[in-house]
């Protein structure tokens, strides 16, 4: 079983649904965060969690909602997507906020359609 | 503000010849540094890092980088590639307490063995 778990691996949603993603870690982590992968760009920061509270929202539009309901789950809610939300949205989990190396998950391929 | 160049966006390698991956950043103190692999359809895993001390770090699967201040370099080698090394390679730099929400990626290199 891998530290850090992503369900779904694959989800495809038109633009008026709303869907969740789930992250969990096995790890004993602190801190837990939200990625953005898309084609030919950087990795994106999206949300930190710190011991359940939001630390850091990169400007991230509203239609992404993060929720961390204890330190071992991380959801993040969807709705009304476009079609340039398409992405592979990765979770990772870290000992703390310092700098400490990431554990990624497998990550979610999000497609909007 | 802290940034990562990989100057290389594709880099083809024989099977059984040496690599090396580029990576140069930018930032004004002593980074932390970190090498990730990412398999098609997957996260990203770790291969090494460099906090301090020795420059040379030793990470998995036989990979190794050296922090060269004078350059702003954190380059990943291997000796000698394997079919199964054929991936997406990241570097990322980050600020001593910025945690994980400190790190600033690459844009990947990605890297192709031929037989």
């Known amino acids: 079983e891998t530290g850090v778990t992503q369900t779904p691996r694959h989800l495809v949603m038109g633009m008026t649904n709303k869907k969740s993603l789930k992250c969990e870690q096995h790890l004993g982590h602190n801190a837990m965060y939200w990625y953005k992968q898309s084609a030919k760009k950087p990795l994106e920061l999206m949300f930190v969690?710190?011991?359940?509270?939001?630390?850091e929202n990169n400007s991230v539009p509203s239609r992404f909602s993060p929720e961390c309901p204890n330190s071992s789950h991380l959801f993040l809610h969807l709705h009304t997507l476009q079609p340039e939300d398409s992405a592979l949205y990765l979770c990772a989990s870290s000992q703390a906020t310092g700098v400490t190396e990431a554990f990624f998950g497998q990550g979610t391929r999000l497609t909007v359609v | 503000a802290q940034s990562v160049t990989q100057p290389d966006i594709h880099i083809t390698v024989s099977e059984g010849a040496s690599l090396e991956l580029r990576c140069n950043y930018s930032y004004g103190a002593t980074p932390y540094l970190f090498w990730y692999v990412q398999s098609p359809g997957q996260g990203l895993q770790l291969l090494l890092k460099y906090f301090s001390g020795d420059t040379l770090v030793q990470g998995i699967k036989g990979f190794e980088a050296e922090f060269k201040r004078s350059q702003s370099s954190f380059n990943l080698r291997k000796p000698s590639v394997h079919w199964s090394d054929a991936a997406e390679y990241f570097c990322a730099v980050g600020a001593k307490g910025g945690g994980a929400d400190g790190l600033t990626f690459g844009k990947g290199t990605h890297l192709i063995i031929q037989p």
């Open positions: 969690y710190s011991l359940e509270e939001r630390v």
